[in-house]
Every structure is written in C-alpha cells, then in structure tokens.
C-alpha cells in the first residue's frame, strides 16, 4: 500500500534538463534580457578554463545521473535521460570554446541542446554543430525588424534575423541532423504582444514553440499585463506544433539553472514584481550535494513545464 503510495507520488519525466548558462555576453542587447548574474568575488566564469570546465561538466554529469541515488531529485523525481542545456547570454560568442564544451558535455554522456540567438548559425557552424545537438533552440520574438530595434533584439549594426534567414538555418540544421529537434522560444513583451506569429511558426514547423511571458527580472522593461499575455495567446492559436506557454510564475523553481560562474541559481521570489535571483555558493568550491542543497526546485513544477498546453489546435 505505502509503495503504491509512493510510485504516485513520484514525477516522471523522460529526461532531466540542466540549463547552464555559460556567459553574460550578447551580441544583441534586448531590454528585458535576463542574463545577469551577481558576481561572486575573486571568481572568473568558468568556461575560461578548460580543465575547470571539465570538471565542472562531470561533476554535473554524475550528479544528476539517473542512477545516482545520492541525489535528494530520485527521491521524488524519475528521468531517465540528462540534457545540458547551453544558454547565456549568447553561447555561440565563446567560439572554440564553446565547440570544446559541446564535445566535452558529448563525451560525457549529456544529450546536448542550446538556446541561441540563431546569429551565429551559418551554414558552416550549422554543418559541424547539427549533428552534436538534439536540440537547437532559437529565440525568436518577432521576424519585423522596427520591432526587433525596439526589443533592442539586434546586433551593433542594426541586423536582425529575417523570416528567410531563419528558415534557411532550421532546414541546414535538418538536413545535417534528421533527427535534431527545432524549438522557438518568443518572449512576449510590449513590443510584439500585438503580433501574430502564427504564418512564420507554420513555415519553421518547429517542434516546439515556447511561448513565455517577459519576466520582470533585472528590470520592468517591456513588461505586460495579464490581458495583454492571454491577447497574444487567443491571437496565435491553431498552430501545427506543441506549444508550451509559461506566465511568470510557471517559471518560479520549475528549471534546474547554473550561472557562468558555476552556482545553482534560481528565481524563488519571482512574483509580478521585479526580484533578484538566489545564488548557491559555486558548485567546485563546496561541492556539488552542498551547492544544491542551498537552493529551491520543485519536480512537480518542472513536470508540469513538459506538458504541452493551452492553445486551441496545437499538436498532440
Ligand atoms: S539575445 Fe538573449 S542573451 Fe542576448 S540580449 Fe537578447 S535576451 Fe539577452
């Protein structure tokens, strides 16, 4: 009975995602960006220093592997696969070393997915890269380029990615992987939160489309209003793909975050008003068990981020 008990009340899900953000640094300069972190002191990122780097990545390997019954997530969390998510900032601006992390997370056994600004993503890139990801993640809030400037969405120049740009990289990314999943993450925010997306959603066919709404971390720049939210929901609904929508508070414990200086960090206090991020103390310098510890997850709240939802006509 006690087991039975048990076995509900356990989560599953069929991978474990760990979102590292590696850098703060962006060739673009959204104004509701959220990537910035408290500088611990006497501390550079990590990725600057191969041999830290791999030992970060296998530290966080065995520690969230499945198997490892050490960790306090088995005792109400099941996954079976563990997915390194490379985020930042924009990942792709570290170059070589970003290709090293990409091969090392490989090596290590990691499923590898990134969350890019799609600006760096030439044919080239796409050739090598494609193949090592299982999932490219692309942020995209609008294909109008007065809305991208006024995002703040766009490079020193002024460029932007076009609907054809970015319909060229999602089918260069299926060509040299079949197999690679394509997401489109839209912040909605006060720019684009009158737009309908719907015609470039259908033409990229990403297999998922995230749809979140601007959090009011760091600042209140671009931030929205609940009818303004659920008017861009009602406006893009009836696409062909899975979409997830995440309000505010969806995003509160519900991601596994590490920042470039390699501490969990989390959004706990996240309410509609604008809060700060809670730190653990670095992941190599306490140890990993210690540095998890100090902060808030909720599986039940991650689980739920994995169920599509909520607009009318989507994909099974
Ligand atoms: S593309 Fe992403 S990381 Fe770069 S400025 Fe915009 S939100 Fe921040």
């Given at each position: 009975m006690n087991e039975i008990l048990k076995q509900s009340e356990h989560h599953r899900v069929s991978e474990l995602v760990v979102n590292w953000?590696?850098?703060?640094?962006?060739n673009y300069r959204c104004k509701?960006?959220?990537?910035?972190w408290i500088k611990p002191a006497e501390s550079s990122a990590i990725w600057r220093n191969k041999n830290k780097t791999d030992q970060f990545l296998k530290s966080l390997k065995e520690y969230f592997?499945?198997?490892?019954?050490?960790?306090?997530?088995?005792k109400d969390l099941h996954w079976s696969g563990l997915r390194l998510s490379l985020a930042g900032?924009?990942?792709?601006?570290?170059?070589d070393r970003f290709k090293d992390i990409v091969e090392t997370a490989s090596e290590l056994g990691f499923k590898v997915s990134l969350i890019t600004?799609?600006?760096?993503?030439?044919s080239e890139t796409l050739e090598w890269l494609s193949p090592k990801l299982c999932m490219l993640g692309i942020s995209v809030d609008t294909t109008q380029s007065n809305t991208n400037n006024l995002i703040g969405r766009?490079?020193?120049?002024?460029n932007s990615l076009s609907e054809g740009c970015l319909a060229k990289i999602v089918r260069l990314a299926r060509q040299y992987n079949p197999s690679i999943k394509i997401k489109i993450n839209t912040v909605v925010n006060q720019s684009n939160c009158?737009?309908?997306l719907k015609g470039l959603v259908n033409i990229l066919k990403p297999e998922k489309w995230k749809i979140l709404r601007v959090l009011p971390?760091?600042?209140?720049?671009l931030t929205i209003s609940d009818a303004q939210f659920k008017d861009f929901i009602e406006l893009n609904q009836s696409v062909d793909t899975q979409v997830y929508i995440e309000d505010n508070l969806d995003m509160k414990d519900s991601y596994l975050m590490i920042d470039p200086h390699g501490r969990f960090y989390q959004?706990?206090?996240?309410?509609?008003g604008v809060t700060e991020y809670l730190y653990s103390d670095p992941i190599l310098e306490k140890g990993i068990a210690s540095a998890f510890n100090q902060i808030e997850f909720s599986s039940a709240a991650f689980c739920s981020r994995y169920i599509p939802n909520n607009i009318q006509g989507a994909a099974a």
């Open positions: 953000h590696l850098t703060e640094a962006c509701y960006c959220y990537a910035s592997d499945s198997t490892n019954d050490a960790n306090p997530l088995t900032g924009e990942p792709m601006l570290l170059g600004n799609g600006s760096f993503l030439s766009v490079d020193t120049k002024g009158n737009q309908d971390v760091i600042n209140h720049n959004n706990s206090l996240v309410q509609r």
